[in-house]
């Protein structure tokens, strides 16, 4: 999938990141949570958002220990905020750093792998609230803050299963399809803005609690770890995907 710009062969400098704050969500473990380092590592302010307080607390102890720039945690829970938390979100993010310059939704859950024919009706309306249109209404939310930023960064989080439908995927890939889909549309729109691009990243096989829970059986060596699939994520959270918008990446090579 990936064009012109690859942002598989961008090393990032150590400073890469200075001067921006970077929100992401899932930030509380596997590859948010190593993304989340990775930003603070290159100097980003990062925002640690997710529904778990303690785990937040962990990565935001991490970032200070390793001497990255002060962090701050957001809880937010994806599967039960209403508008008065996303509005709470905002306003104090405005209050503490008065713009946004990148946002990373990487917070998601898999549901299950089930035919459509039996698909459970409610699992699917989570699966679909938590990828699909909590990340629609944060990034709705904070499109304010985002816009006072000279070059803001938008950047979904897709897989394979949102590009090619495949058996048994059920919600998790209709809501990446759907994503895919958010992508192309607000970065149309906002193409006369200028500032604010938004791209889809395809982290791809990972070894996180997600891979396991969708291939049990798995022999967890073969998989790679999510500190080294950060490089794509600052490429494109960061300066060197300027004016790059509207599409759609793999962190691996298509296997
Ligand atoms: P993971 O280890 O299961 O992490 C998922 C993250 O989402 C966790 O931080 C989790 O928080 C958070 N989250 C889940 N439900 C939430 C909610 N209701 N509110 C707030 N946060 C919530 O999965 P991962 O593999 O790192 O996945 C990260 C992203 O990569 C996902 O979008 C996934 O679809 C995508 N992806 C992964 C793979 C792969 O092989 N791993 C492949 C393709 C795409 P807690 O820590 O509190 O549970």
Known sequence: ??????????????????????????????????????CAQHAAEVVLI???????????????????PEASIAVLDLEKALARDYDGLAEALLARYGR?????????????LTPIEHYDVPTWCRVLHVNLTAAFALTQVLLPLLKVSRDASVLFTTSNVGRRGRAYWGAYAVSKFGIEGLTQ???????????????ALNPGRARTRMRRQAFPAEELDSLPLPETLTSP?????????????GMSFDCQPSR
Request: hydrophobic share 45%.
């Open 1 to 38: 999938m990936n064009g012109p710009f690859d942002p598989r062969s961008h090393a990032a400098r150590a400073d890469e990141l200075a001067g921006r704050v970077i929100a992401i969500t899932g930030a509380s473990s596997g590859i948010g949570r190593a993304v989340a380092l990775a």
């Open 50 to 68: 997710g529904r778990n307080t303690q785990k937040l607390e962990a990565v935001h102890a991490e970032i200070a220990a390793r001497g990255g």
């Open 100 to 112: 946004l310059d990148g946002l990373l939704h990487n917070a998601g859950v898999l549901g299950t």
């Open 185 to 199: 549309t607000l970065a149309a729109e906002l193409e006369t803005v200028g500032t604010v691009r938004v791209n």
């Open 233 to 245: 994520y600052l490429a494109l959270l960061g300066p060197a995907a300027r004016g790059v918008t």
